[in-house]
């Protein structure tokens, strides 16, 4: 069975500040790892996937996230928040056979 | 644009009452996914199609079922909705196999209530 574990609920930084949240996994098959973002009235949408090769990915708006295989996990990160960066964030495994699973999310506010 | 299409937005229907929510997708993406959300919760995926294949979870109760046609149209048939069954629905679509990549494509969610 495949799972997968946010570690923050709700995160709140002022603006500038660095963020990282923590993704944990559990899946025994090639997994492909996705964040996904959610804003406020808006419908859930793509912030950056792997698949294979360089285990730093790079996604919109200054995201990054990184594998670390033997950890089981993918962690985002960006530098320096911004007040547009409020949202929900949830990370998501999906197997070859198209199964999704979804972490819990983590409300991120960022403070002006 | 290509886009993911839910019909209606908001739903109202009464308790024990069959609905129908609906899902078009003009991407032409193989895989066709139907999630509940509830509030501030991760969604939830009830079940997705891999080209014809249906697949199931196995917690998706019995009341639930779809239906899909061709590749472009997905149904979400609740035959029979109870309170605890309110919630958002979101229908999402992904290009898997060999040349996949497997990321999904939202659409904007049906609003489901129950009285």
């Known amino acids: 069975a495949q799972s997968v574990s946010q570690h923050n609920h709700h995160v709140i930084l002022s603006e500038a500040a660095s963020l990282e949240l923590g993704c944990n996994y559990s899946y025994g098959g090639t997994v492909n790892l996705f964040w996904y973002v959610q804003y406020p009235g808006q419908h859930l949408q793509l912030l950056l996937k792997y698949f294979s090769g360089d285990p730093l990915v790079k996604g919109i708006k200054g995201f990054e996230a990184e594998f670390i295989k033997s950890k089981f996990s993918f962690n985002l990160r960006k530098p320096s928040v911004q007040w547009s960066d409020t949202a929900e964030y949830f990370c998501?495994?999906?197997?070859?056979?198209?199964?999704?699973?979804f972490g819990d999310g983590t409300t991120l506010t960022v403070k002006p | 644009d290509a886009m993911v299409i839910q019909n209606p937005r908001y739903q109202v229907t009464q308790f024990g009452k069959p609905v129908t929510l609906s899902c078009s997708q003009t991407?032409?993406?193989?895989?066709m996914y139907w999630y509940q959300q509830k509030s501030s919760q991760a969604p939830k995926l009830l079940f997705h199609?891999?080209?014809?294949?249906?697949?199931n979870e196995a917690d998706t109760p019995d009341n639930f079922q779809s239906r899909r046609p061709n590749t472009s149209f997905c149904f979400l048939d609740i035959r029979s909705p109870g309170l605890g069954d309110a919630a958002m629905y979101l229908c999402?679509?992904?290009?898997?196999?060999?040349?996949?990549?497997?990321?999904?494509?939202f659409g904007p969610g049906t609003r489901l209530t129950v009285t």
């Open positions: 998501a495994v999906t197997s070859n056979a198209g199964k999704s699973t």
């Open positions: 999402a679509t992904s290009r898997a196999g060999p040349q996949g990549s497997y990321e999904q494509y």
């Open positions: 991407l032409n993406h193989n895989v």
């Open positions: 199609y891999y080209d014809k294949d249906f697949n």
